[in-house]
């Protein structure tokens, strides 16, 4: 059985993408691809079927040499059953994800992705969608830092 994580943000083409590929990242040179299993998705249905932003992908292929890989789906309520953490990008989608969940039994999955950070003091990821080049590099130097985080909590808690 391995760890399921769920990254979301709004279009799954930014920011939650660029999470699941810098964690796919991070696992594959742990060589914990067995044990932990990454995806992700949106709470909205805009850009289903979409693959990441160009402007996205080049910044990740820059600033890491990581392709962005995957394409957009929209959140489901089966995905709580069928993922261990559900990591939100900002609190909008974290209120957009918990209101999917209206008896909150599935509320301790669902955590801020910068929870995890260790070197910014940022409390979201921004939604770098309307923005210039450097908020995707800011949004590729934030997801580094909280992978790197998250992948020390999961393997210091057992989780995997
Ligand atoms: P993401 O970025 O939530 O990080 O994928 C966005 C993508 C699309 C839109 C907004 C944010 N949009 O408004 O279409």
Redesign the pocket.
């Given at each position: 059985m391995s760890y399921k994580l769920l990254f979301v943000?709004?279009?799954?083409?930014?920011?939650?993408p660029s999470a699941e590929n810098i964690m796919n990242y991070l696992i594959d040179q742990a060589e914990l691809s067995d044990r932990i299993l990454c995806d992700s998705a949106?709470t909205s249905s805009?850009?289903i079927g979409s693959p990441p932003?160009r402007r996205m992908s080049a910044a990740a292929s820059t600033k890491l040499g990581i392709k962005l890989q995957g394409q957009a789906r929209q959140l489901q309520k089966s995905d709580f059953q069928e993922f261990d953490l559900i990591l939100a990008?900002d609190r909008d989608n974290y209120d957009n994800i918990i209101a999917l969940d209206p008896t909150g039994q599935y509320h301790h999955k669902v955590l801020l992705m910068c929870e995890f950070c260790s070197r910014h003091t940022l409390k979201e990821v921004p939604?770098?969608?309307y923005g210039g080049t450097e908020g995707f590099n800011q949004v590729i130097d934030l997801l580094l830092d909280a992978c790197e985080g998250l992948l020390q909590h999961i393997v210091s808690a057992e989780c995997c």
């Open positions: 943000c709004l279009g799954n083409i930014c920011r939650s949106g805009y850009h932003d990008m939604d770098p969608y």
